[in-house]
């Protein structure tokens, strides 16, 4: 996908704790949980989770007012849990202490797994409020574990141990992971430093919140009202009806109106004819979180970045960039930004060729000597440049893409790639309307592997993008058999009760890969839920969901699947014709606008503890690279939820670029072997990416799959980018040496083209 997507992880899942990846088995709550502030202990999200499939999460009797009282149940029992095994008298064992670490946490994972859904899905005030409240209480907690010397010490016991020990391979995966977690999160460090980095993670959980309250707050209040018919001109009839739709909703009286997302502006951008209020819908959502005012986020990333620095030296880090990179693939900034660099200058040289074409027709059409293609005309010259070129107009085939056939594709894909079966089951409550619920089955014993929740459209109190969640982590322990549940969530605008929803091919794209994803945790095959499906280093946990992406434009897919919304006619082969021709246009923009996200967000993060002004900041910066006036950075600096809504992707949007890299890769191992659907190669792919989760170093399950280390010649051959001659000289460069490979090698670059 072009990088929308923010996979959403449980609190603890950045340290590696029990359960961290959502699992949601059943554990009983133990008396710690019986009461808190004397209210009954025994709410519905304290509950396992009953019901068919294994378990279902009790989303039709939530209430909002019961996620505090919870979570304070939560870790309350899960502390509890946790001082049994720091205390244990017993020698430690992988068995007393890495295993029963697993088994702790259950009910607060559920509890955090539903207060997670409603923060993303369905957030206004009241939740806000409880939010506001427990973040930094939530963060103190995590602490108070990783913190605890008597566990960490029976956790480094166990690491140091592990030559003489028999245990299995994934057991000693699991250890280390979770030793090497612990050291990350501070449980090295003396009693001072351990209370300072307590209150910075404190005030970091408060300060994330805020930001992405913020974003929210602009992205639901701000709208473009078109008052007039005209103000529709140059929209295809799909757009009218959604614009029209979404002022119904809001109960405006209008012709119709944009919402403040990245789905209803950019086709906005795109087709309207309207220049002034294509500049008033860019404006509107390039500004999030800074306009100044209650919602602004500028004060807070400097404050974010502050703590981040010091938080780093305190860990014994250079910077924030340095300690989160410690534990990926790429393993330093350095690494990281060669590879950034290495594709930004063909890049914005792109650029600058897809800007002359714009105002060459610009001009043709009649425009004045002087002007100037601006970020807000960008898309909309972009589209006549593709239908006069390639006689391809996006609105022609989106009248082939319609949401729910696509859901359909996608299905059929996984089937022959992974031989999963989906039947839609109505036996399981839904946290809002729009959701639909379906199980998947291993085609060929018919056993449930698990269930897929989809959420498909924009609404207030959801956040923009694409995401995927898991609800559930599969797992083994015990003799269990625990199935996975996951979900796709997007934000697609309805339009007319009753017919199709028509995509874009960019939308296709991200729902493959968010697909990707959803697959990922579903083909999960491992015993301990800490290291099962996404639950992979930031800059591997792309790569299954990027190089899903490759089967969207198969015949296989588009000759069942893309069928004309009205006459039901499959896309002519003329069409896919024109849409592969061009399939290297824009690529340019989409490729600069990305990395300009993600050289600024390494960049604010090698600054150290100087103090910034990210305003300043980033228009400095952008400058000194190059960037073109003509486009901006896809999430410019204050509504950069990736990166300043939690950890999560700070100083490591970059992994996108990363994972694309090894995807481009690997998707050539099946155009070697003949086809996309080789089932050799497909077998390869699923048993040692798809099914292996972060039991195995993500380079030598890489190897295993590839039969050697990634090579960037097939990204810079899809984008259609002249090469260098040489590669990267890094320990870990995908086009070079990938994690657990120490030495330094060149590798020759050949020139290619994109497809």
Request: charged fraction near 20%; avoid cysteine; charge should be neutral.
């Amino acid at each position: 996908m072009n990088p929308l997507f923010s996979l959403s992880l449980p609190l603890l899942a950045g340290l590696g704790l029990a359960g961290a990846t959502f699992s949601g088995a059943q554990a009983q709550p133990t008396a710690m949980a019986k009461t808190v502030a004397g209210r009954p202990a025994m709410l519905p999200l304290l509950q396992p989770w009953n019901g068919p499939h294994g378990g279902i999460p009790p989303f039709d009797k939530v209430k909002v007012a019961d996620f505090k009282p919870a979570l304070e149940a939560g870790m309350a029992e899960n502390l509890a849990e946790i001082n049994a095994i720091a205390n244990n008298p017993a020698a430690p064992t992988f068995e007393n202490t890495i295993a029963a670490m697993e088994r702790s946490g259950r009910t607060l994972d559920r509890v955090q797994t539903v207060y997670g859904i409603w923060g993303t899905s369905l957030n206004d005030a009241t939740f806000a409020a409880v939010q506001a409240e427990m973040a930094p209480r939530m963060a103190a907690f995590s602490d108070q574990i990783t913190q605890n010397a008597a566990l960490f010490k029976r956790i480094e016991t166990v690491y140091n141990s592990l030559a003489s020990k028999q245990l299995t391979p994934e057991q000693q995966r699991l250890t280390e992971v979770r030793y090497k977690a612990f050291v990350r999160a501070g449980a090295k460090l003396d009693a001072p430093a351990k209370a300072r980095l307590s209150q910075i993670n404190q005030q970091l959980a408060g300060l994330f919140n805020n930001f992405s309250q913020n974003v929210l707050a602009d992205e639901s209040n701000e709208t473009l009202v078109l008052k007039t018919e005209q103000n529709l001109s140059g929209l295809p009839t799909s757009l009218r009806d959604g614009a029209k739709a979404a002022a119904d909703t809001r109960k405006v009286a209008a012709a119709g109106v944009i919402t403040n997302t990245r789905s209803s502006v950019d086709p906005f951008l795109t087709y309207s004819d309207q220049r002034p209020l294509r500049e008033k819908a860019w404006r509107m959502f390039t500004s999030r979180g800074d306009n100044g005012g209650a919602h602004d986020n500028n004060v807070l990333i400097t404050q974010i970045l502050q703590l981040r620095a010091e938080r780093a030296k305190l860990l014994g880090y250079k910077t924030h960039a340095h300690l989160r990179l410690d534990n990926t693939m790429a393993k330093t900034p350095e690494a990281a930004m060669e590879l950034m660099e290495q594709v930004w200058t063909p890049a914005v040289a792109r650029v600058h060729e897809e800007v002359a074409d714009m105002l060459a027709l610009a001009k043709k059409e009649g425009a004045p000597a002087d002007f100037k293609i601006e970020p807000w005309d960008y898309a909309y010259y972009a589209e006549k440049v593709r239908k006069e070129r390639y006689d391809l107009d996006q609105n022609e085939v989106k009248q082939y893409l319609q949401l729910d056939k696509m859901r359909e594709g996608m299905f059929w894909m996984a089937g022959e790639l992974f031989n999963f079966s989906f039947q839609p089951v109505t036996d399981v409550p839904v946290f809002h309307p729009d959701v639909r619920v379906w199980q998947v089955n291993d085609k060929t014993t018919g056993k449930q592997v698990g269930l897929w929740y989809f959420d498909p459209y924009a609404r207030p109190g959801k956040k923009s993008g694409a995401w995927m969640n898991a609800y559930r982590s599969q797992e083994r322990m015990d003799g269990k058999d625990i199935t996975t549940i996951v979900s796709n969530n997007s934000n697609f605008v309805k339009g007319k009760p009753g017919e199709p929803v028509l995509i874009s091919w960019s939308d296709a794209t991200t729902l493959f890969h968010e697909f990707g994803h959803a697959l990922h945790g579903l083909s999960s095959n491992v015993t301990y839920g800490g290291l099962s499906g996404t639950s992979v280093v930031r800059d591997y946990v792309e790569f299954p969901s990027q190089v899903l992406e490759n089967w969207l434009p198969t015949p296989e897919v588009l000759n069942r699947f893309a069928l004309h919304y009205q006459t039901g006619k499959p896309i002519p082969q003329a069409l896919v014709d024109r849409i592969n021709k061009a399939s290297t246009f824009n690529e340019g923009f989409a490729t600069t606008e990305f990395l300009a996200s993600a050289l600024i967000d390494m960049k604010l993060h090698l600054a150290g503890d100087q103090k910034i002004d990210p305003d300043k900041f980033e228009r400095e910066t952008l400058a000194q690279l190059g960037m073109p006036s003509e486009l901006v950075m896809r999430h410019r600096t204050p509504q950069f939820n990736h990166v300043f809504a939690s950890d999560g992707y700070s100083a490591g949007y970059y992994s996108y670029l990363w994972s694309v890299v090894l995807a481009a890769d690997a998707f050539s191992a099946f155009t070697e072997a003949g086809g996309a659907y080789d089932k050799s190669v497909g077998e390869r792919l699923r048993k040692n990416v798809f099914t292996v989760g972060n039991t195995v170093d993500p380079a030598a399950g890489y190897r295993a799959f590839r039969g050697r280390d990634p090579k960037i010649d097939a990204l810079m051959a899809q984008r259609g980018f002249p090469m260098t001659t040489t590669a990267p000289t890094t320990p870990a460069a995908p086009a070079v040496q990938v994690a657990g490979q120490p030495e330094k090698v060149k590798v020759k670059i050949k020139n290619g083209k994109r497809k």
